[in-house]
């Protein structure tokens, strides 16, 4: 390649980069109601979203400086690329390598939950970070002490400044930042999406699939959202060395045993291990469990009890159509990378 040329062809390469990226440096941000969905559950009016706020959110998202000891941050346990939770092992890991008792939940359309924690022990989205924050096997820390590390930062009284319009910190402001950026953690733009919006069509295989979940599937895995929201006890076998009880830890009520909250399917073929306890390591496992008979069994939930049953290519194509659930845009959204120097 001639010198010239070269010039060239640099000059045109950066230019791309350039326009990319300061297109997307002013990006406004904002929350989209997508097709289909339910009307959301969050109260915008009382954190009302801005660019500094989601930005603001998302650097805190990103900084181990919400644990004790500065070693663990949100992001440890819920990773992008798989949905923002962890696949690297069943069970959370949290501050000095500390083991947890469940497996991280996916954080995906927050804003159309009633409930947070697979026990839904936190009913405010706002709240929710409390929980990982104050776990002594997770982040350990409190936020009395979180506010005076971040009130040492210069780089945060600034941001905390323009998002909320004082640099004094506080933890109320702590909190509405990362639900800013959570709130905003939307998937909608999957295959699924799109041949409902008659935009693509599913395969054979994969409209045979979504015949086979609307019958034996849909009735937990709702609407848009792939969730009811709701608590079951699906007939997973008791963990004596977990001794996870699930919702009845928070209602202590002996009816809620082994109860946990319905999952979204969203970006399910990228958020394994599965279940509560991360007890299956791939779909294919998932779908063997539903296929067992639970008809005796008085504790599982009702809607369970009837034998699913699977013909011929019946769980090849349920497992077709669950692929058609991942958002690769949303995965790949550079919004919501750690964008360590802004």
């Known amino acids: ?12 390469v950066s230019t791309i980069f350039s326009v990319v990226f300061f297109s997307f440096k002013k990006d406004k941000i904002e929350f989209i109601q997508p097709k289909g969905f339910p009307k959301p559950l969050y109260d915008f009016s009382k954190n009302p979203l801005t660019d500094a706020g ?3 959110g998302r650097k ?25 939770t962890h696949v690297d092992h069943a069970l959370s ?10 497996n991280s939940p996916v954080l995906v ?3 159309w939950q009633k409930f947070f924690m697979l026990d839904g022990g936190v009913t405010n989205l706002e709240l929710q970070p409390l929980a990982p924050l104050t776990n002594p096997v997770e982040m350990d820390e409190n936020m009395a002490h979180v506010v005076m590390k971040l009130n040492r930062s210069h780089y945060y009284r600034s941001h905390f400044q323009q998002a909320f319009g004082d640099s004094l910190i506080t933890g109320q402001h702590v909190l509405k930042a ?7 953690l939307e998937s909608y ?26 019958k034996n599937c849909a009735a937990c895995h709702i609407n848009q959202t792939f969730t009811d929201g709701a608590f079951h006890n699906i007939g997973l076998p008791y963990d004596a060395e977990l001794k996870d009880v699930g919702r009845m830890k928070i209602t202590k009520d002996k009816r809620d045993s082994l109860k946990f909250k319905t999952p979204t399917l969203r970006n399910v073929a990228a958020s394994y291990p599965y279940m509560h306890d991360g007890r299956f390591k791939n779909l294919d ?15 599982v939930d009702k809607l369970l009890r009837r034998k699913i049953i699977f013909k011929n290519n019946d769980k090849k194509d349920l497992l077709a159509f669950l692929k058609t659930l991942t958002d690769k845009e949303f995965l790949n959204d550079l919004k919501f990378r750690d964008w360590v120097n802004e």
Do not use: W
């Not at 890991?93 to 469940?102: M, Q, T």
């Not at 990362?178 to 905003?184: A, D, I, K, N, R």
């Not at 496992?285 to 504790?299: G, H, M, P, R, W």
């Open 178 to 184: 990362l639900t800013q950026f959570l709130v905003m």
């Open 1 to 12: 390649m001639k010198k010239n040329q070269k010039i060239v062809f640099v000059f045109f």
């Open 189 to 214: 733009h999957s295959k699924f999406d799109k041949v409902m919006n008659g935009e693509e069509k599913f395969s054979v295989e994969e409209e045979n699939g979504f015949r086979f979940f609307k």
């Open 285 to 299: 496992e998932v779908i063997d469990f539903y296929a067992t008979d639970k008809s005796n069994n008085l504790a």
């Open 54 to 56: 989601f930005k603001l």
């Open 60 to 84: 805190l998202f990103y900084d181990p400086i919400l644990s004790k000891d500065s070693s663990t941050s949100c992001n440890s346990c819920h990773l992008q690329f798989s949905g923002f």
């Open 109 to 111: 359309n927050l804003a």
């Open 93 to 102: 890991h949290g501050i000095h390598g500390l083991k947890g008792n469940r």
